[in-house]
């Protein structure tokens, strides 16, 4: 597993996730996995490399870590927007609409934060109590709790993402965010 910083796929590590894998290999947090990192497979390592066989992005800038399995919902840190430590903004990458891109957190720490608050609220919606599963939509139904992440809306509102973000809803997205952060 590479320390933190440490090169991967010829990009940092994030500091964060790399004290996450060294915590743990994988998890299932609700609907959402992160990735085993130190399986025989390096699940990890696997699906970054397919993702990057064509050059596009968001998947050329980004480390995807983890999804909701069977979906292309994707997770990500991205290295060319690491801070002067090294910590890495965390994405959502929606594949099925043109690989939208979400900001959702200004680093991994502050991501599993939001995501807990989101399985807080998926559980204790009157749909989950009739059949046990998460109706809410990530990230959405968290649009106030990104907003609070003074980092993360820093960066959009200086156009640190504008690169990634290549659809309408992605600009609609950061455009929400800066504007509940107000």
Known sequence: MPAPGEGFLGQPFDPL???LYAE?????????QIYPFRDID???RRINEGMRMLGDEPYAS????GQIPLLAYYLATVPPLADASGIQPVIFINGYEGDEVLPVA???DAFLSVFSTYLERAVAAPEFSLDGRIRLPFPRSVLDV???DRALVAAMSSGQFDRLLNTEESREWVAQVIGAAR
């Open 17 to 19: 996730l790399s004290r």
């Open 24 to 32: 743990m290999s994988g998890a299932m947090l609700g609907d959402f």
């Open 42 to 44: 390096n699940v990890v």
């Open 62 to 65: 980004s480390l995807v870590f």
């Open 106 to 108: 200004s680093n991994v």
């Open 146 to 148: 990104v907003a609070r």
